[in-house]
């Protein structure tokens, strides 16, 4: 990889790690979004630079993406009765957020307790 191309990615990881906390604090949706898919371009560019002789993943890697993983798996709605077994605390939230307005609990959830999903 380039040298200018290595530093400027660099000074871009930190710019990407260190600003979403002074923008709002990054917890609305619309600055997890943009600061999302800065991260993705980022990393799509640094694994497209990389020489593809070499293995993309080292063990570092494996672990970072193991845990995005995790992380998006929290996202994926699941059948009621799962989240129960899993997170009975979220299930039992979830299920009784709608029990003032009259609705029903829902049949899929997911596992993260965030209000904006």
């Given amino acids: 990889m380039d040298k200018v191309l290595e530093?400027?990615?660099?000074?871009?990881?930190?710019?990407?790690?260190?600003?979403?906390?002074?923008a709002l604090g990054a917890?609305?949706?619309t600055v997890t979004a943009v600061y999302g898919?800065?991260?993705?371009?980022?990393?799509?560019?640094?694994?497209f630079s990389r020489d593809l002789r070499r293995p993309p993943l080292d063990v570092p890697g494996v672990v970072l993406l193991g845990l995005a993983l995790f992380t998006a798996f929290q996202l994926?709605?699941?059948?009621?009765?799962?989240?129960?077994i899993l997170s009975p605390v979220t299930h039992e939230i979830r299920a009784?957020?709608?029990?003032?307005?009259?609705?029903?609990?829902?049949?899929w959830m997911p596992l993260t307790v965030d209000a904006t999903l």
């Fill in 7 to 22: 530093k400027l990615l660099k000074i871009l990881l930190i710019v990407l790690l260190v600003t979403p906390c002074l």
């Fill in 27 to 29: 917890v609305h949706p």
């Fill in 37 to 47: 898919l800065l991260a993705a371009a980022l990393g799509a560019v640094v694994l």
């Fill in 76 to 84: 994926v709605p699941l059948p009621a009765g799962l989240v129960e």
């Fill in 96 to 107: 009784r957020a709608l029990r003032p307005l009259g609705g029903a609990a829902p049949q």
